[in-house]
């Protein structure tokens, strides 16, 4: 954001302090142009009839009429994966031990 009292102000009437602000008047410009642009932009296309009750459906239903519950797949393959990093520690760790120790034991 521009400027952090900007924040405040947009629940408000915000037009003194853009007046006073440089750096928010210069944020609210470029959002004047882009928003022109894209009006310029696509002014004679619009979207068939319907076409938005249809896309807010589908976000919010899944085809089946239920909303869609995330898959285990990720979870269960994150648990698998940590179960063999497990896994090989044990088997490492104790063997690696080892061998410090007699190397720490031929230092001394």
Known sequence: MACPELEDLLSG??????????RCR?????????????????KG???PAGMASVVLARAR????????RPSAVPELLDMIG??????????VLPR???ILRSVWAGLG
């Open 13 to 22: 009437s915000f037009g003194d302090h853009v007046r006073g602000c440089e």
């Open 26 to 42: 210069a944020l609210l410009e470029a959002f004047a142009e882009v928003d022109s642009a894209f009006e310029n932009a696509f």
């Open 45 to 47: 296309i619009s979207a």
């Open 61 to 68: 239903i899944s085809p089946g009429g239920l909303p869609k």
């Open 82 to 91: 940590w179960a063999a990093v497990l896994v090989v520690a044990a088997i």
């Open 96 to 98: 690696f031990t080892t």
